[in-house]
């Protein structure tokens, strides 16, 4: 009797004890699991407001986006409510899949499962800011949030904290003076500030490029209206939040090759002879929405959007590849191997952070494809902050009448002044009459040998008629849209319009007397949708680097060139071409197997393509802000990343 009991109670002992190491094992599988899923969700939503958000600054910058039933989608409300749709975070598993699987009646046994019903209590502003958000604007949030930005509009800047605002007026002023790389008086939109440390490498990480940081700061806490998720945080012992920023990088085009396009790299067309770029010399990184990278062409770094595929392994960067860079385990490895980032990038590769090219195509090119915007929320709106054509200091139209006609505007400061000389309409200004009476103006119309009328422009020659007319001086008057006019009572032609692929038949741009552009101390830009022939020697003289600018000399301004079709000559083929500094493509992806062949250049003579051996390339990017010129083109990286956990207060 007693061994028995002695034996029973042993046996029960061993139950409990094993039972209750069973129920321990549930609670910590159950706390495991929670925090497993939460975490996913978290991940979901961030990721969700990483892709909604440059979407909502893009519509906040666009007509009728300031709105009753449009702006509060565009606000930070609108965009955590949505991220937290998109990213099913409330349910494990949604109705619809229920519904399809037949098992509406089964019971949830997930604990993770919340109606996160109250957004204002699970994002919420950096303390002391109510609201959803604090703007990095005009003060600085302390330690471990970046720069501040400076925005002189009060209105505006206010709203920056109910909307992610992106504007021209914001720029890097005193707050940021000492904390960035070039003098913010001298570099105060786009500044050296670092790149940041993710796997999309238009720049390397930690090193300076050229940009400009928005930036705005949040909590967010999943769990915060259920007490089962705040104690699975990983910052329960913070009230369950964790905070983040998330920046939007403005970037100007900067990198050797930029090609918004499906862009082959390293070989020439058919047309073009075929066979392997001969004397192409490329410094640093290139960028293409989709690339085919062939042999024989060494790239320090490749960045995509879409796709790329690479001949050759080793042709990118100083170690070998090690095998196909997307291939599972080869990044790693090579990361591992080398203590570095692998050098070839897609944006999917980089987590929390998304690439925007900004592309307006057409419209780019000419300003009478714009609509008018009215309503806009944001400071800056999208035509003015997109449109190549629509940023020029200096305006040439053309009027299309039989003889062509032109006018002329400028700046006397921020005021638009039409030109004309005396006698002549402003408005429709006969080029004939305008040369007889000033034969050193700038403009002249010339027909080529296939009978192609052209208007000629000579930028040596504007600073001295600027002087003449009373207009700015070419440190304001530093850019020219050339477009032809087809919306005038009289003339108004839908058929004047000239498409993005200009035809031989078109009215054409020359480039003449451009060889020495010392003048522009800020840079030159001339931008058409026209075609475009570069008929002289291009800004080939150098001068001395602007005064404290921290630029070395021998110094050549900072120009850019935006034509959707660019000829190499007229009527005479030049025997070379030869092209430093950066090259780009605004095409677009348009799918497909075809690709731009970016040194596949076309002669103006008979539009034959200049034969490879002819065609010299030395490309390298743009490393500081006084290198910029008055144009480029533009590309967003949106980037979320969480605060350093020793900077919590």
């Keep these: 009797m007693v061994a028995t009991l002695v034996v029973g109670g042993v046996l029960l ?45 893009i519509r906040a910058m666009q007509s009728g986006s300031d709105v009753a039933g449009v702006r509060e989608k565009l606000s930070w409300q609108g965009i955590f409510t949505d991220a937290l749709a998109q990213a099913n975070a409330r349910t494990s598993i949604d109705a619809a899949t229920l519904a399809t699987l037949g098992i509406n009646n089964t019971y949830n046994g997930n604990p993770a499962d919340t109606a996160s019903n109250n957004v204002a209590s699970i994002f919420t502003a950096i303390s002391p800011d109510a609201d959803y958000a604090s703007a990095g604007i005009n003060r600085s949030l302390g330690t471990g949030y970046p720069i501040p930005l400076q925005y002189g509009d009060a209105a505006k800047s206010n709203l920056d904290r109910l909307y992610p605002l992106i504007a021209n007026q914001k720029i890097y002023g005193t707050l940021a003076s000492g904390l960035v790389g070039a003098d913010v008086a001298k570099y105060p939109v786009y500044n050296l500030i670092p790149y940041p440390n993710i796997n999309f490498g238009y720049g390397a990480p930690g090193a300076n490029f050229v940009a400009k940081r928005n930036w705005w700061a949040f909590s967010m806490n999943l769990g915060a209206n259920d007490a089962i998720l705040n104690d699975a945080s990983r910052n329960a012992n913070q009230g369950g939040k964790r905070d983040f920023v998330l920046s939007l990088y403005e970037i100007p085009s900067q990198l050797a090759i930029s090609a918004e396009t499906y862009a082959n790299i390293g070989t020439h067309g058919a047309a073009a002879g075929g066979g392997a770029w001969q004397h192409a010399v490329i410094n640093g990184g290139i960028f293409a929405t989709r690339a085919q990278i062939d042999a024989g062409i060494p790239l320090a770094r490749v960045a995509g959007r879409n796709g790329m595929t690479l001949a050759n392994y080793n042709s990118v960067g100083a170690n070998p590849l090690g095998g196909d860079p997307f291939a599972a385990g080869t990044r790693e490895q090579y990361e591992t191997m080398y203590g570095t980032s692998m050098p070839v990038y897609l944006s999917s590769d980089a987590g929390r952070s998304s690439f925007v090219p900004i592309n307006a195509g057409l419209n780019f090119f000419d300003r009478y494809s714009l609509g008018t915007e009215a309503n806009v929320i944001a400071g800056t709106t999208w035509n003015d902050y997109t449109s190549g ?46 040369e007889s009476s000033s034969p050193l103006t700038p403009f002249s119309v010339k027909k080529l040998a296939n009978n192609k009328t052209c208007v000629v422009v000579k930028p040596k020659l504007f600073p001295a008629y600027l002087a003449k007319i009373g207009a700015s001086d070419v440190t304001v008057n530093n850019s020219i849209a050339i477009n032809v006019d087809y919306t005038l009572t009289g003339v108004n032609n839908p058929a004047l319009k000239p498409d993005i692929t200009p035809k031989l038949g078109d009215c054409g741009v020359i480039l003449s007397d451009c060889d020495d552009l010392t003048a522009y101390s800020k840079g030159f830009s001339l931008v058409t949708n026209l075609m475009l022939y570069i008929a002289d020697d291009f800004n080939q003289v150098t001068t001395t680097a602007p005064t404290g600018s921290g630029l070395s000399s021998p110094f050549t301004p900072p120009t850019s060139i935006f034509a959707p079709d660019i000829r190499y000559g007229t009527d005479v083929a030049p025997n070379k071409v030869q092209i430093s500094g950066q090259m780009g493509h605004m095409g677009g992806d348009k799918g497909g197997t075809t690709a731009t062949r970016i040194l596949d250049l076309q002669l103006g003579k008979d539009d034959s393509v200049a034969p490879p051996d002819s065609i010299s390339v030395n490309l390298s990017p743009i490393v500081h802000p006084g290198l910029l010129p008055p144009i480029t083109m533009k590309y967003w990286l949106v980037v979320l990343e969480e605060r350093k956990r020793e900077y919590y207060r």
């Design 13 to 57: 002992l061993m139950m409990l004890s094993a039972y209750r190491g069973a129920a321990m094992s549930r609670d910590v599988q159950t706390a495991v699991a929670v925090r497993v899923d939460l975490a996913d969700k978290e991940d979901a939503v961030l990721r969700s407001i990483v892709e909604i958000t440059p979407n909502r600054a």
């Design 389 to 434: 054509a629509g940023q020029c200091a200096m305006r040439l139209d053309i009027i299309p009448t039989t003889p062509i006609q032109l006018r002329f505007s400028y700046l006397v400061g921020s005021t638009r002044v039409p030109s004309a000389p005396t006698g002549v309409s402003a408005t429709t200004a006969q080029i004939a009459t305008w």
